[in-house]
T-cell receptor, first 114, second 109 residues
Framework: DSGVTQTPKHLITATGQRVTLRCSPR?????VYWYQQSLDQGLQFLIQ???????AKGNILERFSAQQFPDLHSELNLSSLELGDSALYFC?????????????FGDGTRLSIL | DAKTTQPPSMDCAEGRAANLPCNHS???????VYWYRQIHSQGPQYIIH???NNETNEMASLIITEDRKSSTLILPHATLRDTAVYYC??????????FGSGTKLNVKP
């Protein structure tokens, strides 16, 4: 158990819809990261938040947005969903934002777009 | 870019040491090498990381060559539960992990 909690575990929705994925980091961790894993793209970094502020951006689509709240949990919002958005979405957390601090991953949310 | 090269798959007999190689010839002097594994579709699990020196923890050992252009992850006594995809990652561009394709380790009885 990594200590990172993601909800829901599974989500099934239709094209054009909007969903929100939630992540609670490990106790004491200030950084939260979001990743997308699809069959043809592997694990891709989307975005990082540190103590409520956006710190780094990866290949995140404009239809996707995220935020980190004062209690440090984070939400990833996906809108105007397309079939290609079907994937596993992982959240990770780390104590700070330094290179010498490993990220710990949750078990992911499996998003299926019908 | 991945900045790492790993064999796509490896086999290992149960109880034997598993040695997983990784090439990272373009690594910079202050970039860390991380190893993670992913079992089925579970979240990636942190194994170990290092900068220059060899590292050991309860899960594995990490051997980094003196020129830092390659490294080896060693699982000293592989079990069936170690069957997974192992990712060697060079941390680049401030904490952005790039996982690449990894090595599928098959531990066989």
């Amino acid at each position: 158990d990594s200590g990172v909690t993601q909800t829901p575990k599974h989500l099934i929705t239709a094209t054009g819809q909007r969903v929100t994925l939630r992540c609670s980091p490990r106790s004491g961790d200030l950084s939260v990261y979001w990743y997308q894993q699809s069959l043809d793209q592997g694990l891709q970094f989307l975005i990082q938040y540190y103590n409520g502020e956006e710190r780094a951006k990866g290949n995140i689509l404009e239809r996707f947005s995220a935020q980190q709240f004062p209690d440090l949990h984070s939400e990833l919002n996906l809108s105007s969903l397309e079939l290609g958005d079907s994937a596993l979405y992982f959240c990770a957390s780390s104590v700070g934002q330094g290179d010498n601090q490993p990220q710990h991953f949750g078990d992911g949310t499996r998003l299926s777009i019908l | 870019d991945a900045k790492t090269t790993q064999p796509p798959s490896m086999d290992c007999a149960e109880g034997r040491a598993a040695n997983l190689p990784c090439n990272h010839s373009t690594i910079s002097g202050n970039e860390y090498v991380y190893w993670y594994r992913q079992i089925h579709s579970q979240g990636p699990q942190y194994i170990i990381h290092g900068l220059k020196n060899n590292e050991t923890n309860e899960m594995a050992s990490l051997i980094i060559t003196e020129d830092r252009k390659s490294s080896t992850l060693i699982l000293p006594h592989a079990t069936l539960r170690d069957t997974a995809v192992y990712y060697c990652i060079v941390l680049y561009n401030f904490n952005k992990f790039y996982f690449g394709s990894g090595t599928k380790l098959n531990v066989k009885p």
